[in-house]
């Protein structure tokens, strides 16, 4: 095992990939020479050629048609966005061509294609560079989601995207870029599966649901009341947000009967609803609680001025304050 | 269960208050919302309203004594009711942390437990209380409110010998195959998965737990409807007030020379058809003011100040349940018989309802005769998106010293509410001057 960078992983995972199958390729704004802007795909274009690590024009659409044409062709396209900010003009091409192909040609075509992109705010990147688009395409039947928090599953789960047959959304917490590090198997054939929860840490008192930056917070907010509090939190990090692990989320409120689930996007009609929609359906005779959701505010972006993204932005302390209230019920 | 005495936080950066006075002394009964005590700190002296009804169990800060905020000064409750005045206070609404600061250790258990909780019961307690037939009334509660919570069910089931029936996951069963997570195989029919067992598998009796408590709502009384006029009112009012920062001015007006100019003219003008008011002065005064002060009939734009042309004086006519403005087109085009004339018919044809809509539009500045009502000066609100209003009070006889003599004259007090964006104190007396220049000096 190697303690490794959030960034690195995904790069290694990329490499591999890259070696393991000569289909697979990279497209995308300033991924060749460049290496990306967050050097995700550094040493790639050295390494693959012009061919397998194309650099793109700046034209969001065109990087994912690319991507679906590619991948109807049988190849493995890996597309990134720079920024999740500027994934929408590409909206359409995901959402009524890769995600629907499938369905619509009865079987007969697949689109195996990934798509990366940072997102989230805490960054001081302001408007167009702090954004959770991860809502937007919950919503659509036909595509995965993926938002990984540690080194291991990112590569784990990045190896997986690329070797599945679905168009797979790959939302990475960029903040966590260099600032999250942790072991990695040397093994370069270990990948993580698409699909399930991880429960990051076991508790009996709430459960908390989170994922990306926000697993991170939540895990050291449990640190906290666990030592201040007793009080024992239970900290399922979501990691795949599509197809939703409705096992695990009842599994770990049956056990706790009080759900607080954190997303760093804005509250309303955020990720986070559908859980809680989940849990009261499906598990309403578990509950001894309201379910609780906590989220950034209803505002149309996240600030620049560093007061105002500290307020938009959550943390381990408004997540303590809002374990406590709800351990209080 | 008694309630806890809280020192409040009474300011932003305010974090200690001094028990200046104690209002009840312990034993004497207080009733909630009644004030307690007072409370000084260097910004503020205030009374600290009662939490609860009950009596003044125990006085823990005397007065004098200087404590932070949150600190526990006194217990309200039963008589003979045992308090712990080792509990950790519970914390104010205003009580926050900034993002960076250590939170230090709240309280999870809010309250004591007590017995006979009939609160709201929470669905998984409810299962367990039907399952294993408890009556929760026998449970203590340890949740906010002493409301029951699983651990307490738990707890109970523990200590009477019977563990709590572990019910096995139904949650990792049957799962569909789009809801199986890593299959890959998102796209089946929804259909030919579903069976009937599934659906009822967790029906039980529908069998009452608890009786719960309806909670006291207060309803009597009677709902009226908003009719339109009242909602327009309503709107532009609000609106108003959020648009222009209010500034009001008064001055008060001896009407000697106006009311013998009436007076005097009376019988002619009412020989021409038109009853002479008072309000025809007022609006001429008004004129005059306008034009030694050209920002008041004038509009805010986010540009500039655009200075108005024309004047047109909207007038505030009171209506059984409402009012309206009619606009006196062109007022300083109008000399004194014509202004009376138009004053007199547009508040007649609105008091019918027959006015024009273009008649209640395009005023330029406002005047509103609140004195009819008895008022003496008032503070109206502007009618977007104009700059001013006066305001008319009443006008009664006083007792005036004019040259070292005590005089008796008529005389009302006359107020400019402006928008202080547009202009300032100095150009508000301005207008007023001028008003009350023509109105006492009228030949």
């Known amino acids: 095992m190697t303690s490794i960078t959030l960034i690195e992983a995904l790069r290694q995972a990329m490499d591999e990939e890259m070696a393991r ?15 990306g802007v967050f050097r995700a795909t550094q040493g790639l274009y050295d390494k693959y050629g012009a061919s397998r690590v194309i650099d793109s024009p700046l034209a969001e659409l065109s990087i994912v048609a690319v991507g679906i044409g590619a991948a109807l062709a049988e190849l493995r396209p890996i597309c990134e966005i720079q920024f999740a900010d500027f994934i929408h003009p590409a909206f359409n091409q995901i959402v009524n061509e890769a995600a629907k192909l499938y369905y619509r040609s009865n079987g007969q075509w697949r689109v195996p294609l990934v798509i990366r992109a940072p997102y989230g705010g805490g960054v001081s990147g302001a408007l167009y560079h702090s954004q959770s688009v991860e809502a937007f395409f919950a919503h659509v039947p036909g595509l995965k989601i993926v938002i990984p928090s540690t080194p291991y599953d990112a590569k784990g789960l990045l190896k997986s995207a690329v070797r599945d047959p679905n168009p797979v959304l790959f939302f990475e917490p960029k903040r966590g870029y260099r600032s999250i590090k942790g072991e990695v198997p040397d093994d370069t054939e270990y990948t993580v599966p698409i699909g399930p929860a991880r429960i990051a840490r076991e508790g009996r008192d709430v459960s908390v649901f989170a994922y990306g930056m926000m697993a991170h917070a939540a895990a050291a907010a449990a640190e906290t009341v666990s030592r201040t509090d007793g009080l024992d939190v239970e900290v399922i990090d979501l990691r795949t ?89 | 269960m008694a309630t806890q005495v809280i020192m409040p936080q009474l300011g932003e950066s305010v974090v200690e208050g001094t028990v200046s006075r104690w209002l009840k002394r312990e034993g004497e009964t207080v009733q909630a919302f009644e004030p307690l005590l007072e409370v000084s700190t260097d910004k503020v002296d205030t009374e600290v309203p009662a939490a609860a009804s009950g009596v003044v169990l125990k006085i823990i800060v005397r007065e004098g004594q200087t404590v932070e905020r949150g600190t526990l000064l006194a217990w309200i409750g039963e008589p003979g009711e045992v308090t712990d005045d080792h509990a950790p206070p519970v914390r104010g609404h205003g009580d ?25 019961v929470t669905p998984v307690v409810a299962r367990m209380a039907a399952q294993h037939q408890l009556d929760l009334a026998q449970i203590a509660g340890s ?11 738990e707890a109970y089931l523990a200590a ?34 579903q069976t009937p067992d599934e659906m009822t598998a967790h029906a039980s009796p529908n069998q009452r737990v608890h009786p719960v408590e309806p909670i006291p709502q207060v309803s009597e009384g009677e709902l009226v409807a908003l009719t339109p006029m009242r909602r327009a009112i309503a709107d532009h009012m609000v609106t108003s007030r959020r648009t222009s920062p209010h500034v009001t001015t008064v001055f008060e007006i001896d ?61 505030a006519v009171a209506l059984d349940h409402g009012l309206i403005v009619p ?12 202004t009376a004339r138009t004053v007199n018919d547009l508040a007649a044809r609105a008091r019918t309802k027959a006015l024009k809509p273009d008649e209640v539009q395009g005023g330029t500045f406002s005047i509103t005769n609140h004195g009819v009502s008895g008022s003496l000066f008032a503070t109206p609100i502007i009618n ?37 964006r547009v202009i300032d104190g100095a150009a508000g007396d301005s207008f007023l001057l001028s008003v009350k220049n023509r109105l006492e000096n009228w030949t």
């Not at chain 2, 004129?287 to 007038?315: C, E, F, K, Q, S």
Request: aromatic letters at 6%; a negative charge; glycine letters at 8%.
């Open chain 1, 21 to 35: 199958d000569p289909r697979v390729f990279i497209t995308g704004e300033d991924v060749g020479k460049r290496g």
């Open chain 2, 96 to 120: 926050h942390h900034a993002a960076d600061t250590p939170i230090p250790a709240a309280v999870s258990q809010m309250t004591a437990p007590q017995a006979a909780y009939t609160g709201h």
């Open chain 2, 384 to 420: 977007q998106p104009q700059v001013g209003i006066m305001g008319v009070g009443m006008m009664e006889k006083r007792v005036k010293v004019i040259d070292d003599m005590i005089a008796i004259r008529p005389c009302a007090y006359v107020s400019l509410t402006f928008d202080h």
């Open chain 2, 327 to 338: 606009v006196i087109k062109h007022a300083g085009d109008l000399n004194l018989l014509g």
């Open chain 2, 143 to 153: 949740g906010r409110d002493g409301r029951v919570t699983k651990k307490d069910v």
């Open chain 2, 255 to 315: 009407m000697t020379a106006a009311l013998h100019h009436r007076a005097t003219h009376r019988a002619a003008f009412s020989q021409q058809g038109v009853n002479l008011t008072l309000t025809a002065y007022f609006v001429m005064a008004a004129v005059d003011g306008l034009r030694a002060v050209p920002a008041l009939n004038a509009r805010w734009t986010d540009d500039g100040i655009y200075l108005l042309r024309p004047i047109h004086i909207g007038m």
């Open chain 1, 241 to 329: 947000l599509l197809p939703i692990d409705k096992t695990a989320v009842l599994s770990s409120v049956e056990k706790t009967g009080r759900a607080l689930i954190v997303y760093e996007d804005n509250r309303t009609m955020g990720y986070g609803a559908e859980i809680a929609a989940i849990i009261a359906e499906d598990g309403f005779e578990l509950l001894d609680a309201p379910v609780r959701r906590l989220a950034g505010p209803d505002v149309p972006a996240v600030p620049f001025a560093p007061h105002m993204q500290e307020y938009f932005m959550l943390n381990a302390n408004k997540i303590v304050t809002a374990i406590r209230d709800l351990a209080a019920y």
């Open chain 2, 160 to 193: 009477q010998g019977q563990p709590a029936a572990r019910t096995p996951s139904a949650y990792a069963a049957d799962l569909p195959p789009w809801e199986r997570p890593g299959s890959g195989d998102l796209f089946k029919s929804t259909l030919e998965d």
